[in-house]
């Protein structure tokens, strides 16, 4: 019998790129979790979906409660619409003082209570931490709906971004530690790289195919030694 996997996630668990040609965003069908069950012959039950923040999970729990708890293993991979703003507001008034979609405290609050009430319904949560952004792509995109002059203004430098997006990560890996919680290092799959372009999306956020082809190579013998030691089955184990 394969081992089952339970995916928590938004647009990048979803397998969601940006491409330049038709200039929307489509499925990319070797998507790094595609690739991950192909590869270790796993059942996946992916309940990605596109813009998920912790809140929205949190309030979806109990349409994916059951798979949690069948699932050998639940992956939990949030962060990047948390931390995301609404940059028309921010461009309109770059003095003002604004929050993001979901505040770091808040944040922290709820990735934890995510991961316990997996565990509360039998569940095993993986927590995955969020991927990089490519400060100076994201700045771009969004600056074709908002007044770059305003947004500037308030990051100070499109290394904000990047910065306030490293927080984040660093709040999932404490939650997952707090609590035993194993963790799969996705955002290193690019940190090593001395060139992300090729990585990622126009957008700057979502990976492109090479991109989810890296994550997938990094994260494969991560993946290989949690469901080993986890006494997982295997069926088609590279």
Not at 18 to 33: A, I, W
Request: charged letters at 20%; proline letters at 4%.
């Amino acid at each position: 019998m394969c081992a089952k996997l339970c995916v928590i996630g938004d647009s990048i668990t979803g397998g969601v790129i940006y491409k330049d040609v038709p200039g929307r965003y489509v499925k990319c069908r070797e998507s790094f979790v595609n690739l991950l069950a192909a590869a270790l012959g796993i059942d996946v039950h992916n309940h990605s979906r596109f813009g998920c923040t912790t809140t929205a999970a949190l309030e979806r729990f109990g349409r994916y409660e059951a798979d949690a708890a069948d699932c050998d293993w639940t992956l939990v991979m949030l962060g990047g619409n948390d931390c995301d703003f609404n940059w028309q507001e921010v461009a309109a008034a770059p003095e003002a003082a604004h929050e993001c979609n979901t505040p770091i405290g808040r944040f922290r609050e709820n990735y934890g209570e995510l991961l316990e009430r997996i565990i509360a319904a039998g569940g095993r949560p993986i927590a995955m931490n969020p991927i990089p952004v490519f400060g100076r792509s994201y700045f771009r995109w969004i600056s074709k709906r908002a007044d770059a002059r305003g947004i500037i203004k308030f990051l100070g430098n499109t290394e904000t971004i990047e910065h306030w997006n490293e927080m984040y990560s660093l709040a999932v890996l404490r939650e997952a530690a707090a609590r035993n919680v194993p963790i799969l290092d996705a955002r290193s799959a690019f940190l090593f790289r001395r060139v992300f372009n090729p990585y990622f999306s126009t957008d700057g956020i979502h990976p492109s195919a090479e991109g989810h082809r890296a994550l997938f190579e990094y994260l494969l013998p991560q993946l290989e030694e949690l469901l080993g030691r986890s006494g997982a089955s295997l069926t088609a184990a590279s």
